[in-house]
C-alpha cells in the first residue's frame, strides 16, 4: 500500500502557490506560465488605476464619431415629407382643399421638391431653414410679404439599426432630436433585462467602436453616449456571456429548509450582474466555502489575459477580515476562482479511490492463496 501510494497525486485540481514564494519552491512552474500577485491593498489599489486608465483609452474614438454635444442641425434627405405653410393662403398650404387634412411634400429621388410659383426646389442637404428661404424669396414676386413655415412632416430619409437586447430591434429613424446612443437605444423600446450594457457596440462603415452604457446610464460617463448618424449599426449584446466560474471546495452540504425541498450550494458558472461584482459576492452566490474541505487560506482567481501571461491573484483568507479584501476585488467576465483543499481531504480521497482496490486485492489473495486470514 505504501508502495502504490508514494507514487500516487491527490485526485482533482490544486495550486498552491501564493504570490510571496520564491521562485525554486514548488511553484515556479507556474510562475513561469502566469504573474502571480497577492489580494491586498497594494495590489487593489493598482488594480483600480488600471481600470480608469482602460476606460479613459475606452473613451478615446476615432474623429469620424463626434461627442455627444457637438452642434447638430438635421439635415433633410430623399425621401423627408416636408409641411410648407403660408400663411393666409391655404390655397398654397393645402392645394387638395380638403378640411384638417394634413400632408406633405416628399423630396423626390433628385432631392427636390415642387411649390407653386417658385418651381423645382432643392431640399435635400439642406435644413428647413435655408428651404425656407428659398420658397419666401419665390413667392415675393406674386405674394406681398410673404410669411412661410417649413417644417420636417415625417422623418424618412435617414435612419440606425438596433439589433440585440432592446424590446423592439428594428430600424429608428433620425430626427431634429440629436441621435446620441441613449436617444436611439430608448426610441427602441429601451432594455431588455438580458442586456449587457457595458459592451455596445457601433459598426459605422468598417469602424467598429464599444461604448459602455452602464458608465453612462449609473456613473455620468457621457463620453459614452455616443453622436450617431444615418447607417449607423447598433448592437446590445446578451450578457449570458458574461460569466465568471467558480471551482474547488465551494458550497455548503444540501439543507432542507422545507418539506421537499433543497437548497444546495456549489461549483458553477455565475452570470455576472450588471455593474461591480467582487469575488466576496461569487463565493456567497455559490454557498461560501466549505467550511469541511476548502484551504481558506488558498482562494486564487485566475484571469486570461490576451497576448500576455495568465494573471493568478491569491487570496488568504484563513481570517475573516480578508472577506474584506474579497469585497473589494472587482471580477470581470471569463474570471476562474479557484477554492484549493486541504491536505487532509486530499489525503481521505486517495484512500477513498485506494480502499476499493485494496479490498479486491486482499479478497482474490485469500481465494487464491491457502492459509491467508480471511
Given at each position: 500500500m505504501a508502495a502504490v501510494l508514494a507514487g500516487c497525486t491527490g485526485p482533482g485540481q490544486r495550486m498552491d502557490v501564493v504570490a510571496a514564494r520564491a521562485?525554486?519552491?514548488?511553484?515556479a512552474d507556474i510562475r513561469e506560465r502566469a504573474d502571480v500577485y497577492s489580494i491586498n491593498a497594494r495590489t487593489l489599489t493598482q488594480l483600480q488605476e488600471n481600470e480608469q486608465s482602460a476606460a479613459s483609452v475606452r473613451a478615446t474614438r476615432p474623429a469620424e464619431f463626434k461627442p455627444y454635444d457637438a452642434p447638430y442641425t438635421y439635415v433633410v434627405g430623399p425621401g423627408d415629407e416636408l409641411r410648407v405653410t403660408v400663411f393666409e393662403h391655404p390655397e398654397l398650404t393645402n392645394p387638395t382643399g380638403t378640411a384638417n387634412e394634413l400632408s406633405g411634400r416628399v423630396v423626390n429621388s433628385d432631392g427636390k421638391i415642387f411649390f407653386p410659383y417658385v418651381g423645382a426646389?432643392?431640399?435635400?442637404?439642406?435644413?428647413?431653414?435655408?428651404?425656407?428661404?428659398?420658397?419666401?424669396?419665390?413667392l415675393r414676386s406674386v405674394i406681398k410679404n410673404p410669411q412661410v413655415d417649413v417644417s420636417v412632416f415625417r422623418?424618412?430619409?435617414q435612419r440606425v439599426v438596433v439589433s440585440g437586447e432592446v424590446r423592439n430591434p428594428g430600424a429608428v429613424p433620425i430626427t431634429d432630436v440629436a441621435p446620441t446612443l441613449g436617444e436611439v437605444i430608448s426610441a427602441a423600446g429601451g432594455l431588455t433585462t438580458d442586456a449587457?450594457?457595458?459592451n455596445v457596440t457601433v459598426t459605422r462603415g468598417p469602424q467598429t467602436v464599444t461604448a459602455d452604457l452602464y458608465g453612462y446610464f449609473y456613473n455620468g460617463e457621457q463620453a459614452?453616449?455616443?453622436?450617431?448618424?444615418?447607417?449607423?449599426?447598433?448592437?446590445?449584446?446578451?450578457?449570458?456571456?458574461?460569466?465568471?466560474?467558480?471551482?474547488?471546495?465551494?458550497?455548503?452540504?444540501?439543507?432542507?429548509?422545507?418539506?421537499?425541498?433543497?437548497?444546495?450550494?456549489?461549483?458553477?458558472?455565475l452570470v455576472m450582474p450588471r455593474g461591480r461584482y467582487s469575488l466576496a459576492e461569487a463565493l456567497g452566490d455559490v454557498?461560501?466555502?466549505?467550511?469541511?474541505?476548502?484551504?481558506?487560506?488558498?482562494?486564487?482567481?485566475?484571469?486570461?489575459?490576451?497576448?500576455?501571461?495568465?494573471?493568478?491573484?491569491?487570496?488568504n483568507a484563513s481570517t475573516p477580515d480578508a472577506m474584506v479584501m474579497a469585497d473589494q476585488f472587482n471580477l470581470r467576465r471569463r474570471?476562474?476562482?479557484?477554492?484549493?483543499?486541504?491536505?487532509?481531504?486530499?489525503?481521505?480521497?486517495?484512500?477513498?479511490?485506494?480502499?476499493?482496490?485494496?479490498?479486491?486485492?486482499?479478497?482474490?489473495?485469500?481465494?487464491?492463496?491457502?492459509g491467508l486470514p480471511r
Amino acid at each position: 500500500m505504501a508502495a502504490v501510494l508514494a507514487g500516487c497525486t491527490g485526485p482533482g485540481q490544486r495550486m498552491d502557490v501564493v504570490a510571496a514564494r520564491a521562485p525554486g519552491t514548488g511553484a515556479a512552474d507556474i510562475r513561469e506560465r502566469a504573474d502571480v500577485y497577492s489580494i491586498n491593498a497594494r495590489t487593489l489599489t493598482q488594480l483600480q488605476e488600471n481600470e480608469q486608465s482602460a476606460a479613459s483609452v475606452r473613451a478615446t474614438r476615432p474623429a469620424e464619431f463626434k461627442p455627444y454635444d457637438a452642434p447638430y442641425t438635421y439635415v433633410v434627405g430623399p425621401g423627408d415629407e416636408l409641411r410648407v405653410t403660408v400663411f393666409e393662403h391655404p390655397e398654397l398650404t393645402n392645394p387638395t382643399g380638403t378640411a384638417n387634412e394634413l400632408s406633405g411634400r416628399v423630396v423626390n429621388s433628385d432631392g427636390k421638391i415642387f411649390f407653386p410659383y417658385v418651381g423645382a426646389v432643392q431640399a435635400a442637404g439642406r435644413t428647413v431653414q435655408e428651404i425656407q428661404q428659398t420658397i419666401t424669396q419665390g413667392l415675393r414676386s406674386v405674394i406681398k410679404n410673404p410669411q412661410v413655415d417649413v417644417s420636417v412632416f415625417r422623418y424618412r430619409s435617414q435612419r440606425v439599426v438596433v439589433s440585440g437586447e432592446v424590446r423592439n430591434p428594428g430600424a429608428v429613424p433620425i430626427t431634429d432630436v440629436a441621435p446620441t446612443l441613449g436617444e436611439v437605444i430608448s426610441a427602441a423600446g429601451g432594455l431588455t433585462t438580458d442586456a449587457d450594457l457595458s459592451n455596445v457596440t457601433v459598426t459605422r462603415g468598417p469602424q467598429t467602436v464599444t461604448a459602455d452604457l452602464y458608465g453612462y446610464f449609473y456613473n455620468g460617463e457621457q463620453a459614452q453616449n455616443l453622436r450617431l448618424q444615418s447607417g449607423d449599426v447598433i448592437n446590445v449584446p446578451d450578457r449570458r456571456y458574461n460569466k465568471v466560474f467558480v471551482l474547488g471546495e465551494v458550497g455548503r452540504p444540501n439543507t432542507v429548509v422545507a418539506a421537499n425541498t433543497v437548497v444546495t450550494g456549489g461549483a458553477g458558472s455565475l452570470v455576472m450582474p450588471r455593474g461591480r461584482y467582487s469575488l466576496a459576492e461569487a463565493l456567497g452566490d455559490v454557498g461560501g466555502i466549505n467550511p469541511l474541505t476548502a484551504n481558506a487560506g488558498q482562494i486564487y482567481v485566475i484571469r486570461g489575459n490576451t497576448g500576455a501571461k495568465p494573471q493568478i491573484f491569491h487570496l488568504n483568507a484563513s481570517t475573516p477580515d480578508a472577506m474584506v479584501m474579497a469585497d473589494q476585488f472587482n471580477l470581470r467576465r471569463r474570471d476562474v476562482v479557484f477554492v484549493d483543499s486541504v491536505p487532509v481531504v486530499r489525503w481521505s480521497r486517495i484512500v477513498s479511490n485506494i480502499l476499493p482496490t485494496a479490498d479486491f486485492l486482499r479478497q482474490t489473495l485469500n481465494d487464491t492463496t491457502p492459509g491467508l486470514p480471511r
